[in-house]
Nanobody
Framework: QVQLVESGGGLVQAGGSLRLSCAAS????????MGWFRQAPGKEREFVAA????????YYADSVKGRFTISGDNAKNTVYLQMNSLKPEDTAVYYC?????????????????WGQGTQVTVSS
């Protein structure tokens, strides 16, 4: 069993930055992939970024490419999402997820465990 706890959300002005953290407890090891998704009010959950356990394979949604960076600290079982140049359309609840897979995926159904989410609000 894996538990995920996100932190780092908050209110920021457009153009600002935030760093989200997702701490995993339980059996996490090589072979897992970790991802970030987000869901805005009235919208479906959408993919943001994902990484392999080793960090050698990383994917980003086109909407965040060049602004967001996903990274991990295997020793701490923690994955981060550094968000720069934030826009009001980035406002959403952000979720981290962990799945057992050979490659990171943008598909939510490929992930087995989810955190409770952290709110990110970007004001204009």
């Amino acid at each position: 069993q894996v538990q995920l706890v996100e932190s780092g959300g908050g209110l920021v002005q457009a153009g600002g930055s935030l760093r989200l953290s997702c701490a995993a407890s339980g059996s996490i090891f090589s072979g897992y992939v970790m991802g970030w998704f987000r869901q805005a009010p009235g919208k479906e959950r959408e993919f943001v970024a994902a990484t392999s356990w080793s960090g050698d394979t990383i994917y980003y949604a086109d909407s965040v490419k060049g602004r967001f960076t996903i990274s991990g600290d295997n020793a701490k079982n923690t994955v981060y999402l550094q968000m720069n140049s934030l826009k009001p359309e980035d406002t959403a609840v952000y979720y981290c997820a962990v799945g057992w897979s050979s490659r990171p995926s943008s598909r939510p159904e490929m992930y087995d465990y989810w955190g409770q989410g952290t709110q990110v609000t970007v004001s204009s």
